[in-house]
């Protein structure tokens, strides 16, 4: 894979605990909806969502779903690959394998940002498709440590179903081939 980025090494078990508000049904999306579901917020109860699934964030080759944007000087010969950006689009599916059923995406960028350790600074929209969630999103921006087991990352925030959405993420690796750049991750929310 030469001196490209590692891939956020995101083969990785991740649980995801999310907490929203929910009240009334539906969710409308336009300003005045947006306006009505705030007046109605002191009627919300909090709700917890624990979500289980996988994204696969492939760095080369056939079926490629991220790339790098970016790298210092120093990058190549840093012994902790520090200053590598890369973008990705990467599929979420409901178990490891790439061709189990899609949910939806995980769009964002992540870089290498320690001069001591492989660490990452991740900020990524899981953009949820089908069923109930569809349309929803949910915004990670975290701390990657891509070389421990669990890696734990504030939810900063979501739309839709998931609007003022607080809580955790933990990403695990779950498959990672570091001459092919490819890795899958495990991630669990609540
Ligand atoms: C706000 O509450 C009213 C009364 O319960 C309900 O009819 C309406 O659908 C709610 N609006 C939203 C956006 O949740
Ligand atoms: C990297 O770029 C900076 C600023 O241009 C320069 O001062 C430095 O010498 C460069 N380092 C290497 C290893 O090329
Ligand atoms: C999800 O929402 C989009 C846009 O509203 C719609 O086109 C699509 O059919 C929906 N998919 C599912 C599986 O509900
Ligand atoms: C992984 O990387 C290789 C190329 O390095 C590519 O051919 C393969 O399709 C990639 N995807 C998966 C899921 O292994
Ligand atoms: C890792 O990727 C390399 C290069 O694409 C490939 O030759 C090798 O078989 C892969 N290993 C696994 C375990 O998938």
Redesign the pocket.
């Given at each position: 894979m030469g001196s490209s980025a590692m891939p956020l090494v995101i083969m990785v078990f991740s649980t995801v605990i999310a907490m929203a508000l929910v009240h009334g049904s539906g969710i409308g999306e336009g300003p005045k909806e947006v306006e009505e579901w705030f007046q109605n917020l002191s009627h919300a109860k909090e709700k917890m969502t624990k979500l289980h699934f996988y994204f696969h964030d492939l760095t080369h080759g056939k079926g490629q779903t991220a790339a790098q944007m970016a790298q210092?000087?120093?990058s190549s010969?840093s012994p902790t690959s520090f200053g590598f950006l890369n973008m990705m689009d990467d599929p979420l599916t409901v178990g490891p394998e790439l061709s189990s059923k899609m949910v939806g995406r995980a769009q964002g960028f992540y870089g290498t940002d320690s001069m001591e350790e492989v660490t990452q600074i991740v900020a990524i929209n899981f953009i949820f498709s089908g069923g109930e969630y569809n349309g929803s999103s949910l915004t990670v921006m975290g701390w990657n440590p891509i070389l421990r087991v669990y890696r734990e990352m504030p939810i900063v925030g979501g739309s839709g179903v998931f609007r003022l959405a607080r809580g955790v993420v933990t990403f695990k690796t779950y498959f990672f081939n570091v001459t092919a750049g490819n890795a899958t991750i495990e991630v669990a929310k609540g």
């Open positions: 210092t000087n120093i010969k």
